[in-house]
């Protein structure tokens, strides 16, 4: 073997098209084996249909059709609601990788990359040799277009093999049509559960599902509203890489620094500017196209030392409290778990990027207590399925230890083993999937840390739940003694003394001395006024649910002198408050507080509130705090910490 | 919030350059947080620099230099003493992502993906702002040239910023400095990890590694032999996606049907063609380019009704054996592990891309017992280091119910604990990386089936060698029980009677009845011959290690009559095989063989051979077997099941 020169090898170096790579790498997309495949062609085209319908304001109805032929090809038809695909744009939307319309814009959105639906059709065409055929209808008043296309690899563009208009019954709308080469048997089951988590997650979407045996499955809609819609935001200067930093300063229309830095950054008002430009010690009339890399060294490293207010949020839409819990509840039907808890995060940055984590914990039930607990991820409201074990989520939750929370865990470390339910959310306006095919999310510093704060916040609600829990049934136990012996003692002696009865409540006061605080959730089912359909669906709140949650509290004086105290109930954020007495000194989307003035000694307060806008057991424990009063006299509620 | 139409949404969309995905989505390229992006920067270096040199025949002499800034900043220098990369082409391997020359070759090399070093320029100028400086030398007479480079994402093609000539004393070679934000502190051990790990299954290169501090380790060449070379080869029928099929029918020059599938794919031949063409029901004169999808169908189908023979391996170049338990030897170094056990599959197939498998399994010791087991992967001669859980490895590892090998793994799933290394190697011409960072094997089936069943092969001769051991300890105490005891009896008795002292061989003989085979293995340091250094450096065989080991074997007969027996001895293929006494009657790659004639009772025979090409240690355990005698007779070696 002779040596082989430089000159010899340039030969075969070339250019290799994206599509091409992707056509090579099909894995990487998530297309590795013939059952995922079947998942990620329909997780690409229903993430695509709710982006749509939600950048045009539209409540989305999303219909999904498997038809599976014998020979293991599946075709595969989404169609949604959506503003539809202006026929330009259809050729590049469907048949060329990178290319879209949410790459640019920093905004939570469940597709970032402009790769997803074009994947599918390239599989499409790798598996069958078969064209797609896209279906699109943007205006009521004409045709849809029918465009049969397949992908050219080599250039990464496509190549339309038929056009034409037909009539199509929507208003507006896509729908996607691909055959694929894919496992159905095996991932039948998957993908009716992506599409339930999927409609859990975002209950402003109908999505229907037909199974290729013809049976139909109807994931109905339960919020006629619209999540608030994302805002696009500029990028925020922590966590800004100093070499988009530079990149931003060669394409800004600004012609002196410091209206660069307002107009191009987040959260850069006149002070923090001035600020970060006293820190750098660059003059703020300086041109940012003329400026060295030093001095942008400078600039990245003052925004550092400057406090600059967090990115705002109206870029992300978590799921929120109530549709967490509800997805956990789902998870353990008729397991009766012990208690749900939630933990919500505020945003925080990570390379200029907001984001936000929210979990959730189930625990106990008849949960299998010898397994590995499950862990449930979403991204931007969408359910992330495989690639568990890559994804910084179980990182972060292997990397605290359980064992004291009552979980199994050898060595401390790992995925614990127990009764118990793990959720996580991250919203952000950029996840970092670990690849193209969105199942994991890669092991970036700022995220992992903040998925484990909400564990252990979670964690530490746990232990509190399992405290107060104990401190009360000790109580309880107490309070039975007293109330089953002391009457019979009493009763006896009087007997023997012949004497009557003596009241025992100033001695049962004495000997529990305390408050007593106890409640009850119930529901009560109320009719549901009909709905007017619009496309824009902004309807009456109080519609959300058709269930009103009663939430009744009665507070008992067992001490000896008169009580007064604050009494506070925390209710969800997206709860309506109905009818509340005794009346509340205070309501606010958090909680509703009582000014409790003078229980007498054996007297006791009841207390009632209503909520709507939830879903029957969303609600299913109230969580009281107390305030002006000595905490360890009180059962049953902890001391306010403040709002 | 009125309807957004499809008109205002299209002025959205656009094409994404793909180095502004990249340069977005960094931790696809495994650049997620600052520690990995150092090991990633230097993996890629040193990949890619013994890609080159293997490329063109040259024995490797890497050297890998970090420089480590106070705030944050690292120079990574990385170089080879390969072909050099011609003037015109330093811009497209080093500034542009998707280019290069192993992506459109089928066989097998580290890089394939034309992404990896442009990839840490690109970090490199997004992190630091700071252009990257190639130096590139491809012919002794010449001087180098150096390039200044920084990559324009918006169009994905470098931006020369400075081009000289330059002296530099290599004949030829490569040299990239690229400044990165990264965190050496945490990526320090990794980065060394990742070097010695790489040495050990790359024995043909010399790798230098300095470190900020001027710390220099040297791990040295310990092969002068480089790899066998892996040819390129043609895609195979079995697994080709239809898709690819209509593709390449369209680039063919082929005019005729035969001829395309004679030309175009490996282990075509004139038969097999023939063959396929019938079951498809074809016309062997069909103008490829003219034909229809259903023809194209049609031998697709065809395909896989005829035997078409497995591709050829020369594209592959596994690890093999004795490099296997030499990693492995070197992971337990004063742990003294029980057994290394190896298996290694044939080759075969995925999507139409040969791969090969090849396991090793460390147990006991003094490894820890309440620890999952630790997961050396390689890929490609390549160790990965992240990502474990997401690795299609991981997988097949955590389906093994690892509980009858005595391993503990609750509820039978999962990665289990004790005392054990598990290694795998798959080699490819395509390796189905999840993302561009190459960190994990994506779970396509036919290579989880095979590290299966790897690994249970494995397991099985885990199981056999205890119970050959635990067989051979029995033994080993009736004759321990019988040599002690016996002759004191016989010597009482001989007294009490007054007789002299009887021979107990024929009884000893009787009681045991069996054939006894023990061994023995030693190592002899040879001095080394001095090497002539030459860039192509294929030098004498037997100066690959500088050790002799020696094996010696006893066999006793210790049954009453004479035996007679056919004796293998099973040996590493790349040893080179010395003086054997007595007189073998066959030598292959794989093993010795003796027909040994008629032992009398009580009598034993010698058995001697040398190795020659292996270190210390890679040859540390007799693999013996025997024919033409009843192997229950026999302790010590197995039934001989054929080559």
Chains 1, 2 share one sequence.
């Not at 729908?175 to 496992?183: C, Y």
């Not at 890489?241 to 191009?264: C, P, V």
């Not at 925004?303 to 956990?328: H, N, Q, W, Y």
Request: hydrophobic fraction near 35%.
């Amino acid at each position: 073997m002779g040596k082989i020169t430089a000159h010899e090898l340039a030969k075969k170096q070339k250019e290799i098209s994206v599509a091409e790579f992707f056509e090579r790498n099909k894995h990487i997309l998530g297309f590795g084996n013939q059952t995922r495949a079947l998942i990620t062609s329909v997780k690409e085209g229903v993430d695509n249909g709710l982006d749509a319908c939600e950048e045009a304001n539209i409540l989305p109805d999303i219909y999904v059709e498997i038809k599976n032929h014998e020979d293991g090809e599946c075709k595969i038809i989404i169609e949604d609601n959506g503003p539809g695909v202006v026929k330009k744009q259809i050729p590049h939307i469907f048949g060329r990788l990178l290319y879209g319309s949410r790459f640019h814009a920093i905004r939570q959105s469940r597709g970032q990359q402009g790769i997803g639906i074009s994947a599918v059709v390239l599989y499409g065409q790798l598996t069958t040799g078969k064209h797609a055929k896209i279906i699109s209808k943007v205006d009521e008043d004409r045709p849809a277009i029918i465009t049969e296309l397949a992908i050219d690899t080599n250039k990464n563009r496509a190549e339309v093999i038929n056009k034409d208009t037909t009539h199509w019954e929507k208003p507006c709308g896509t729908r996607v049509e691909v055959s694929i080469i894919a496992d159905y048997k095996r991932g039948k089951r998957f993908v009716y559960d992506y599409l339930q988590s999927t409609s859990i997650v975002n209950p402003h979407a109908q999505i229907i599902y037909k199974e290729p045996d013809g049976t139909e499955y109807i994931f109905e809609r339960t919020s006629e509203t619209l999540p608030k819609k994302s805002v696009e935001i500029k990028p925020h200067p922590y966590g800004v890489e100093l070499g988009t930093l530079i990149k931003m300063s060669k394409h800004t229309k600004s012609r002196k620094l410091s209206s660069f830095l307002k107009t191009e950054f987040s959260s850069m008002g006149d002070r923090t500017t001035k600020s970060a430009l006293e820190k750098a010690n660059l003059d703020k009339d300086l041109n940012p196209k003329e400026m060295s890399r030093d001095q942008f060294l400078a600039l990245h490293k003052a925004f550092k030392k400057v406090k600059i207010m967090a990115p705002s949020t109206d870029c992300l839409s978590p799921i929120g409290e109530t549709l967490i819990k509800r997805s956990l509840k789902h998870e353990t039907q008729e397991i009766s778990p012990e208690f749900i808890i939630t933990a919500s995060r505020p945003a925080s940055v990570y390379s200029g990027n907001p984001f936000q984590v929210e979990v959730g914990l189930v625990y106990g039930g008849n949960l299998p207590k010898e397994e590995t607990v499950k862990i449930l991820r979403f991204a931007n409201r969408v359910p992330l399925l495989y690639q568990q074990g890559g994804c910084v989520t179980t990182q972060a939750i292997s990397s605290i230890d359980w064992r004291r929370y009552g979980l199994n865990q050898p060595s401390g470390k790992g995925i614990p083993s127990g009764p118990a339910i793990f959720l996580t959310h991250v919203s952000s306006t950029l996840i970092p999937f670990t690849s193209e095919s969105k199942e994991a999310i890669a092991d970036v510093t700022e995220i992992e840390n903040e998925i484990k704060l909400a564990f252990r916040e979670c964690a530490r609600k746990v232990q509190h739940h399992i405290h107060k829990e104990v401190k009360r049934a000790k109580t309880r136990e107490k309070f039975d003694l007293i109330t089953k012996i002391l009457p019979e003692i009493a009763k006896k002696s009087a007997n023997i003394l012949d004497k009557p009865v003596p009241s025992l409540d100033p001695i049962i006061t004495k000997i529990m001395d305390v408050v007593w605080i106890e409640d009850l959730i119930e529901y009560e089912k109320i009719k549901r006024e009909p709905v007017q359909t619009t496309l824009v669906g902004v309807t009456p709140t109080d519609d959300k649910g058709g269930t009103i949650t009663k939430s009744r509290i009665m507070v008992v004086n067992y001490k000896q002198t008169p009580q007064k105290l604050n009494l506070y109930a925390v209710i969800p954020q997206d709860a309506i408050v109905g009818t509340v007495t005794p009346k509340p000194s205070k309501i606010t989307n958090n909680y509703i507080k009582w000014n409790l003035e003078t229980i007498p000694p054996a007297n006791k307060i009841d207390i009632n509130f209503e909520l709507a806008g939830l879903e029957k057991g969303d609600f299913d424990e109230n969580d009281l705090y107390i305030e002006n009063i000595n905490p360890t006299f009180v059962i049953g509620a902890d001391k306010w910490e403040g709002d």
